[in-house]
């Protein structure tokens, strides 16, 4: 069966230092891969997704991942954090079922960052 | 533009009593999901619509809880005789279009459900 893991509950990090979650997938074939962010009392916004090509993704407020077939592994990474990423990150796939995706969600990681 | 709005933010209801979720997905949104966020879990799968059809309601706990999208684009959540384990947030997303590449799902804010 398909499923995500996010080794890492909760990670502190100081502000300017650099970022980097991780996400592991089990999936029989080539996923979709998205990281959402959410911030208290909000939705899930997506900060990247990739499904073909260049394994390395950009997103937006900074942030990139990187797609490793071998490691079975979507990391999430940001140079330099500021105190406003501070939120929870979902990794997920997508396995495109019937022509839609239902996104199966890791658990989360709690991102804390010190001034 | 407006995105997806979800009401109420919040709902205590006392155990058995039924209550309805509503989502507004983005106008012109065909596709709209369901899905159940437990305390510290990510978010679980519930139901999935394509217009007023729904394709898929295989993440639904119960025959409890019940979905529908009647005119292609508000959707209703309904859980009859609440239990303790359905307190949860429940969140709407939509996406433009079913399609072959990873569309993006746009998440409304989330309902708080709370059942004493």
């Known amino acids: 069966a398909q499923s995500v893991t996010q080794p890492d509950i909760h990670i502190t990090v100081s502000e300017g230092a650099s970022l980097e979650l991780r996400c592991n997938y089990s999936?029989?074939?080539?996923?979709?891969l998205f990281w959402y962010v959410q911030s208290p009392g909000q939705g899930l916004q997506l900060l990247l997704k990739y499904f073909s090509g260049d394994t390395l993704v950009q997103g937006i407020k900074g942030f990139e991942a990187e797609f490793k077939r071998s490691q079975s592994s979507f990391n999430l990474r940001k140079p330099s954090v500021h105190w406003s990423d501070a939120a929870e990150y979902f990794c997920a796939v997508g396995p495109l079922s019937g022509g839609y995706n239902k996104l199966i969600f890791g658990a989360g990681t709690r991102l804390a960052v010190h001034p | 533009g407006a995105g997806v709005s979800q009401s109420p933010r919040y709902k205590v209801a006392k155990r058995g009593q039924d209550v309805a979720l509503r989502c507004d997905p983005i106008s012109g949104h065909v596709s709209l999901f369901w899905y159940q966020q437990a305390l510290g879990q990510g978010p679980e799968f519930l139901t999935y619509?394509?217009?007023?059809?729904?394709?898929?309601k295989s993440g639904l706990p119960s025959d409890r809880f019940f979905a529908e999208r009647p005119e292609g684009s508000v959707s209703t959540l309904k859980i009859q005789r609440t239990q303790q384990e359905d307190s949860a947030v429940y969140l709407c997303?939509?996406?433009?279009?079913?399609?072959?590449?990873?569309?993006?799902?746009?998440f409304g804010p989330g309902t708080r459900l709370l059942v004493l």
């Open positions: 997303a939509s996406s433009f279009n079913r399609g072959r590449e990873a569309e993006t799902q746009y």
């Open positions: 619509f394509q217009n007023e059809a729904q394709l898929d």
């Open positions: 999936y029989g074939a080539t996923p979709y």
